[in-house]
């Protein structure tokens, strides 16, 4: 089985998180999947961005949640970048996408999109949420979805099977062994993240886990060698 590589937030490590310049580096440095993270703005609109404010990604400050596209628009999300929309990524790059709803109010927007576009073979959609996988799930027909998790124990397994993801992402620095078996009989897959140092890819390779998100498209070369 190939281990796949994807790409944090594009490749975060080297270019300015969610946006169109991130997306199109991690494509052309061949990694597997791209990541990206999703939020409704104030008018409803797919916005890419990952805190649910603006203060730490733009020149701007406030929630989301309560600036229009437009007023999203008028800000520097670095290096001159914009903000940008889901449907603008999906043209922006061809690669494989993981999205992941950050707002589960964004589940029902995502899943309009995704069925207009015919794009359940190509877009996973994961969150943290379990609800927000459950919710997503009968609405795009076939859609491939993950639950993610930072602090969890072997419960993650149970949460997973029953939100109906086929898929768990977890922070490494909580894996275990017993963890990784119990989702294997479970038949789920198993990412691990953030993967950017070549010990932390030892490990995740060592646990026999399908692939890393990574903020460093040099994992993506390595990771072939490393067993």
Same mark, same amino acid.
């Given at each position: 089985?190939?281990?796949?590589?994807?790409?944090?937030?594009?490749?975060?490590?080297?270019?300015?998180?969610?946006? =169109?310049?991130?997306?199109?580096?991690?494509?052309?440095? *061949?990694?597997?999947?791209? /990541?990206?993270?999703?939020? =409704? @703005?104030?008018?409803?609109?797919?916005?890419?961005?990952?805190?649910?404010?603006?203060?730490?990604?733009?020149?701007?400050?406030?929630?989301?949640?309560?600036?229009? =596209?437009?007023?999203?628009?008028?800000?520097?999300? *670095?290096?001159?970048?914009?903000?940008?929309?889901? /449907?603008?990524?999906? /043209?922006?790059?061809? @690669?494989?996408?993981?999205?992941?709803?950050?707002?589960?109010?964004?589940?029902?927007?995502?899943?309009?999109?995704?069925?207009?576009?015919?794009? +359940?073979?190509?877009?996973?959609? @994961? @969150?943290?949420?379990? /609800?927000?996988?459950?919710?997503?799930?009968?609405?795009?027909? *076939?859609?491939?979805? +993950?639950?993610? +998790?930072?602090?969890?124990?072997?419960?993650?397994?149970?949460?997973?099977?029953?939100?109906?993801?086929?898929?768990?992402?977890?922070?490494?620095?909580?894996?275990?062994?017993?963890?990784?078996?119990?989702?294997?009989?479970?038949?789920?897959?198993?990412?691990?993240?953030?993967?950017?140092?070549?010990?932390?890819?030892?490990?995740?390779?060592?646990?026999?886990?399908? *692939?890393?998100?990574?903020?460093?498209?040099?994992?993506?070369?390595?990771?072939?060698?490393?067993?």
């Amino acid at each position: 089985m190939n281990f796949l590589t994807i790409g944090h937030r594009g490749i975060m490590g080297v270019e300015p998180e969610n946006t =169109l310049r991130s997306f199109v580096a991690a494509q052309e440095a *061949g990694l597997d999947a791209i /990541e990206l993270d999703l939020h =409704l @703005s104030k008018d409803g609109a797919l916005v890419v961005m990952h805190d649910t404010d603006v203060d730490r990604t733009t020149d701007g400050t406030g929630p989301i949640a309560e600036k229009t =596209l437009a007023e999203l628009r008028a800000l520097d999300a *670095g290096r001159g970048e914009r903000v940008p929309v889901f /449907e603008e990524v999906l /043209e922006a790059v061809q @690669s494989p996408l993981q999205a992941e709803i950050k707002d589960v109010q964004a589940a029902r927007a995502l899943a309009e999109v995704m069925n207009e576009r015919g794009l +359940a073979g190509r877009v996973e959609v @994961s @969150s943290f949420h379990d /609800e927000a996988i459950a919710e997503i799930k009968p609405l795009v027909p *076939g859609v491939r979805t +993950a639950l993610i +998790a930072s602090r969890y124990g072997t419960d993650i397994v149970d949460r997973a099977v029953e939100a109906g993801a086929e898929t768990v992402c977890l922070n490494i620095r909580r894996l275990t062994l017993e963890i990784v078996e119990r989702a294997r009989k479970a038949d789920l897959r198993i990412i691990g993240w953030v993967v950017n140092t070549q010990d932390q890819l030892r490990l995740v390779r060592a646990f026999g886990l399908d *692939g890393a998100t990574t903020d460093h498209p040099d994992i993506k070369r390595t990771g072939r060698f490393t067993a």
